[in-house]
Nanobody
Framework: QLQLVESGGGLVQPGGSLRLSCAAS???????IGWFRQAPGKEREGVSC????????NYADSVKGRFTISRDNAKSTVYLQMNSLKPEDTAVYYC?????????????????WGQGTQVTVSS
């Protein structure tokens, strides 16, 4: 059974940085991993996704140039480095996994989910 645990969220001032981690247990080497977020009153949206090998990544337009996704398969961990944070980045951030071909970074394509970690950007 694949399990995902997020960490690294918190309160940060605008312009600051955070690094989120997604630790996976189970058979993770064949899984693409994605980061998603959900702000109050809004739908869950894709932030960034990475293929099982790490060779393919994609980003939402709203985070391009500010966020970087990476994975360390030896540690079964995926990271999301978030720089130049803005108040509109405030949300609960989730990591999720899918098996099979690397696909669109949208929630419906991902079957396994972590419990989420809160990110708040505020002065």
């Amino acid at each position: 059974q694949l399990q995902l645990v997020e960490s690294g969220g918190g309160l940060v001032q605008p312009g600051g940085s955070l690094r989120l981690s997604c630790a996976a247990s189970g058979f993770t080497l064949d899984y693409a991993i994605g980061w998603f977020r959900q702000a109050p009153g809004k739908e869950r949206e894709g932030v960034s996704c990475i293929s099982s090998s790490g060779g393919r990544v994609n980003y939402a337009d709203s985070v391009k140039g500010r966020f970087t996704i990476s994975r360390d398969n030896a540690k079964s961990t995926v990271y999301l480095q978030m720089n130049s944070l803005k108040p509109e980045d405030t949300a609960v951030y989730y990591c999720a996994a899918r098996s099979g071909l690397f696909s669109l970074c949208v929630p419906r394509n991902y079957a396994y989910w972590g419990q989420g970690t809160q990110v708040t950007v505020s002065s």
